[in-house]
């Protein structure tokens, strides 16, 4: 009488379909791929939101991994195998997540980013269960933030006058955030020195003085914190 086995199979039937229905519901890039030692792998469920990232069709994105993995850019191919290779192979239980470029037939490249989580097989293979996101508009933003800071940080050192920015706490306490190349060598400060500059600026003043660039650096703090209030 096989009846009570053929009910647990039938239930777990069931239950996968309703997650794989509640799956293709959800507006979510969620795929599940298997991938084998050899680095073969095999898209086994794919959602539309996936497929459309990659500007491929739901039975494209599907049926073949090759139609995914064509779409990734060359440059950030080498890397990513490398990456993912070594988590399928040293660690069998260790999230793989990766960014990189995505060359959409309409959009042009866009970015991604990939959060796959690892399920052991008896055969060797890890089946990935994976989101994959646009993060096309915050790459964007976060260049365009370097890019300012790149600016900043030009203008700044091409100032005659000797450019700093620093932190001062409550008690006094002074570390120095930036120095440019001017400050440096005003102060006379060498390159292996200027670690333990960011640490400890007091260092560079002068013992007679030091009292009052203590008074000086906990008076505009607590002029800022009036400021604040």
Known sequence: DITEQWQSNQRDNDRNELLERMVQLMPLPVTITQIYPNDIAHNRFVTPQFAEIFGLTLEEASHDFRNVAARIHPDDVPEMIHTSSRCNTLNAEMPWRY?????????????????????P????????????????????????????????????EKSPGAMCSF??????????????????EMHGVTEAERETLFADAYRY?????????????????????LARA
């Open 121 to 156: 097989q008896p055969d060797g293979s890890n089946i990935w269960y994976g989101i994959t996101n646009d993060i096309t508009e915050r790459k964007k933003f976060e260049e365009e933030r370097r890019q300012e800071q790149e600016r900043f940080r030009m203008m700044l």
């Open 99 to 119: 960014e990189y470029r995505v060359i959409h037939p309409e959009r042009g490249i866009i970015w991604v980013e990939s959060h796959n989580f690892p399920d």
């Open 205 to 225: 003043v002068p013992h007679e003085d030091m009292a009052l660039a203590h008074s000086a650096c906990c008076e505009a703090t607590a002029t800022l914190n």
């Open 167 to 184: 932190h001062i706490q409550a008690d006094g306490a002074f570390t120095l955030l930036y120095a440019s190349e001017r400050f440096y």
